[in-house]
Each structure stands twice: as structure tokens, then as C-alpha cells.
């Protein structure tokens, strides 16, 4: 059992490559995470039970994955269009960046306004992206008025109307 032991956590050990941390994963996780991806929704037991494995067992890989970083919790996915938005925008921010706190600045405003429900950072000629969601032109044009054009430092400003979504796809090929 002790060798057993061992030969479990060794398959966790971290391998380290410049700066950063990867987590190594074995077919066991692989099968776990994959199961995951697909069927998010399913018991503890349940999953356990497709995978042939005990729940305590599958409980122990769940919480190394944790632990890990690997797993970060799980969510509920809300669809906002069956709340009534029925409109979505990607702007695209240069900020000024004479100021040195521009960037910092400009994310704390941006993450106040409700309607921003993501904001990416980037390096090259568009700064930062924010994603925004309306109920209609009319509401979005006055959180555009009245929210985003008020936030700091910007320099120039883009915006992408959503038309339609192609794919969006978070599952990794594992």
C-alpha cells in the first residue's frame, strides 16, 4: 500500500518550465477532465461510477486537481439573452498611456459598469477589450455614453456589434 502511495503522488509532481508551474497529468486525470468538460452536471457517484472508479478515489483526484490549479471551481453558465440582453459589443480601448496608472485606472472603472461582463488585456496597438452586453441600441448607447466613454485615459475606441457566435467552445482536447 505504501509503494502504492508513493507511486500516486508521484504522478502529481510538478514539472517547472522557466517561470511557471505545469501540472502533470496521467490517463486517469485526463479521463476525469475530459468527463468533466462534457457532463458538468453529474454527482460525484455518477462520475465515479463511469469511470470505474470508487468515489473516495475520484474524490482524492478531484482535490489534487484542485490543489493543483488545474480545476478552479465550477460555475453556472447563464444565458443573459433569455434575461432580456439582446445586444452585445466588443470594444476595443487604446488608452493613453502618458500615465503611468492609466491601465489600472481604466480596469477599476471598467469593472464597476455591471453591463462589462469581460475585460482582456493585451499587447500591441489595442490596449484592453471589453465585452458589453444591452438590452437594446438604446440601452447600450447609454452605457456607452454615459459609463464608458466617462472611464479614463482612453485614446481611441472601437466597436465590434455582435452578430452571431460561431463557435465557443471551452473544452480543452485533452
Do not use: C
Amino acid at each position: 500500500m505504501f509503494a502504492a502511495e508513493i507511486q500516486e503522488n508521484l504522478r502529481y509532481s510538478f514539472a517547472s518550465s522557466w517561470d511557471s508551474i505545469t501540472f502533470m497529468l496521467d490517463d486517469l486525470d485526463r479521463r476525469i477532465l475530459r468527463r468533466l468538460q462534457s457532463d458538468p452536471d453529474q454527482s460525484i457517484p455518477e462520475l465515479a461510477e463511469d469511470l470505474a472508479l470508487t468515489p473516495s478515489r475520484l474524490s482524492r483526484r478531484l482535490e489534487k486537481l484542485r490543489e493543483g490549479g488545474v480545476l478552479l471551481g465550477s460555475r453556472a453558465q447563464i444565458d443573459w439573452r433569455a434575461l432580456g440582453y439582446a445586444v452585445e459589443v466588443s470594444l476595443r480601448v487604446t488608452l493613453d498611456k502618458t500615465n503611468p496608472r492609466a491601465f489600472d485606472e481604466f480596469i477599476s472603472g471598467a469593472r464597476d459598469i455591471p453591463e462589462v461582463l469581460e475585460i482582456q488585456t493585451f499587447l500591441g496597438q489595442v490596449d484592453v477589450r471589453l465585452s458589453v452586453i444591452a438590452r437594446d441600441m438604446g440601452h447600450y448607447q447609454q452605457i456607452y455614453r454615459t459609463q464608458i466613454l466617462t472611464l479614463p485615459h482612453i485614446a481611441d475606441i472601437e466597436a465590434l456589434m455582435h452578430v452571431a457566435r460561431i463557435k465557443s467552445n471551452e473544452m480543452l482536447p485533452i
